[in-house]
């Protein structure tokens, strides 16, 4: 089995390209991290990339033996952009690019995966299309894993940020009242939510439950006395 665990910074040499392997792949597959494929020969092939990794047609895997394949776009099926202007060819660009769609540039057309509803859109735009089997290269983002649009960080990455930032607020808080290790503080999102506020009505018909130890009903300590009843 070949085990490639690296994409190779530095250029190979030309005797290095000639004896290394040609790992054809789709787009869909080159945009994973983890992959099992095989060769033309029928060797076995284990991909295990850092997560994010962007393979392109002629980028060069490594692996921990020092072996190396070179990765080409396979052919699959693509739908071919045409206009009949340049401005016309860059307003579908500028649709297709507002909806974050994987697209390959040329001069003169757009490559884009099949896709009925941006195929309809395109053409109500005055755009032709075609479909035919080719290697498929989309265009990468001057930064591909940026933010949370799923480009190499995952929901549970998120979560854990939004959680660990809930117990930060909440810890700060407790601090604040001189109480960090108190057990009675709300913890997570609780802790972010304010507590109800009693409503004029309530506290002139003496609805209200007793203060908390110490505080009056204006909400800071001796702010103000229990309202009478009537």
Known sequence: MLRLTTVRAEAPTAEELAGAPRLRLTHEERVRSRL???????????????RGSLLRDGTVLAGDDGALAVVEAAPQPVARIAAASALDLLRATYHLANRHVPVQLAVDHLLIEPDPVLERMLAALGARIEHLDAPFDPEAGADHAHGAHAHGV??????????????SIAAHRAERRGRPDSADEPQGVEALTPPPQPSPAAQGRGLLPPPPAGEGWGGGVGAATRPAQS
Do not use: F
């Open 154 to 167: 995952d929901a549970e990455d998120v979560a854990a940020g939004a959680i660990g930032e809930a117990l």
């Open 36 to 50: 099992a494929t095989v060769l033309a020969d029928g060797t076995a092939v284990a991909i295990l990339l850092p």
